[in-house]
């Protein structure tokens, strides 16, 4: 029998302020697990530390609350040790762009398939509102003293300089779109980020609901002919103007959709196949940690005479 949406609701009380826009994602979040019919065993949650990194409590699948900025390491060795888990990781734009920044960029590079939800309220909210690595320059929210004198770090632009593979942007109250985006990231196979946009009530009393929705628009609605998929390098060549063009665009109208799809770099998974033939049906998650008593020193050991020569 198909999984429901409450089937990946736990018992735990969920602290969010009211209004916040952490509660759609994890709507979101549930729905697009319950229609991929997802066992919740076979499914792991990861977050840092932070308002939205408390989502695991909320989400009854296998998860990991970890240190703040460092669920994209924990996530990358649960997916390399078990590549048949489905990954997501649902972190905070501080706990991902400021102190997880460098793991954030490494992901990238991997290109493992793993999916990133990123909660953008551009403020630090746990922490009761510092700026966050998503303020722009000369915003002033509520929190701080004068208004922001650093710029902001654009999370869709560092995630194509870093390698994503799929790259979105979506909006907290759009339950029904951010789920289909959620969806589709699971389903890539390759790193995929989905940027939300968050309203924070309680500390971001610029960026609002109503701020967003004066300018938020989708980029498929706006232009039947927009098409984000890259299947070869001369596509690559001849869509990124434009892909680069909307990732910029903010202020008076801000994108939101897919804005990228690349469908040819192979993942970290495909990579690893390609020297450890064996890699997919006894990965590391499913080896003996020792033998006849022996600690394994490293988890790929067994596999050493079976390494191809590239
Ligand atoms: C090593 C470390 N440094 C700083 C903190 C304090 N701290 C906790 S959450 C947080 C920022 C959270 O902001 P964000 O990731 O944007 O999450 P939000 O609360 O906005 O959802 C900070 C700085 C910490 N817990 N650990
Ligand atoms: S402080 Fe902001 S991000 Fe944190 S729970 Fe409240 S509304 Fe949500
Ligand atoms: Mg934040």
Known sequence: MARNWSDYRTSAWVQWCPGCGNYGILTSLQRALAELDLPPEKTTVVSGIGCSSRIPYYVKTSNVHTLHGRPIPVAQGIKIANPDQTVIVSSG??????????????????????????????????????????????????????????????PLLLAFASGYTFIARAYAYHIDQLKEMIKKGIRHKGTSLIDVLQPCPTYNNIMTKDWYEKRIYYLEKDDPSWDPTISSPEDFTKKSPKILEKMNEWEDRIPLGIFYINNTIESLETRIEKILPGYRINPPGKRPIEINGKPLVHPFTEFKDRIVET
């Not at 960029?105 to 510092?130: E, P, S």
């Open 93 to 154: 734009d501080g706990d991902l762009l400021g102190i997880g920044a460098g793991h954030f960029v490494a992901l990238g590079r991997r290109n493992i398939q793993i999916t990133v939800i990123l909660h953008d309220n551009a403020v630090y909210g746990l922490t009761k509102g510092q700026a966050s690595p998503t303020l722009h320059l000369w915003v002033k929210t509520k929190a701080l003293d004068t208004p922001n004198i650093q710029s902001n770090i654009n």
